[in-house]
Nanobody, 120 residues
Framework: QVQLVESGGGLVQAGGSLRLSCAAS????????MGWYRQVPGKRRELVAT???????NYADSVKGRFTISRDNAKNTVYLQMDSLKPEDTAVYYC??????????????WGQGTQVTVSS
């Protein structure tokens, strides 16, 4: 089992910044892609950004140029630097990790979520 623990959410004014962190722990063999998703009540969870083990990144159009995803493979940790925040960025942000097990099986894990609220 792998556990993901997020931190760094909170309340910020529009135009401000927050940095989310997500640390993986447990029986880790190798974590491949890690990412951040977000969800608001009544809507589907949506992709924010992902980063591969090699450092390739992918962003939702709505956050390009404002958010930066990064990771530290040695610490099994992924970060999301969020700048120029907008009220529409308000959501619960979830960390996601794609874990590779010896033998070839993979399993997807989710964190518990952290609330980000951007006031106008």
């Amino acid at each position: 089992q792998v556990q993901l623990v997020e931190s760094g959410g909170g309340l910020v004014q529009a135009g401000g910044s927050l940095r989310l962190s997500c640390a993986a722990s447990g029986s880790i063999f190798r974590i491949n892609t890690m990412g951040w998703y977000r969800q608001v009540p009544g809507k589907r969870r949506e992709l924010v950004a992902t980063v591969t083990r090699g450092g390739s990144t992918n962003y939702a159009d709505s956050v390009k140029g404002r958010f930066t995803i990064s990771r530290d493979n040695a610490k099994n940790t992924v970060y999301l630097q969020m700048d120029s925040l907008k009220p529409e960025d308000t959501a619960v942000y979830y960390c996601n990790a794609d874990h590779y097990y010896l033998g070839g099986d993979t399993m997807e894990y989710w964190g518990q979520g952290t609330q980000v609220t951007v006031s106008s």
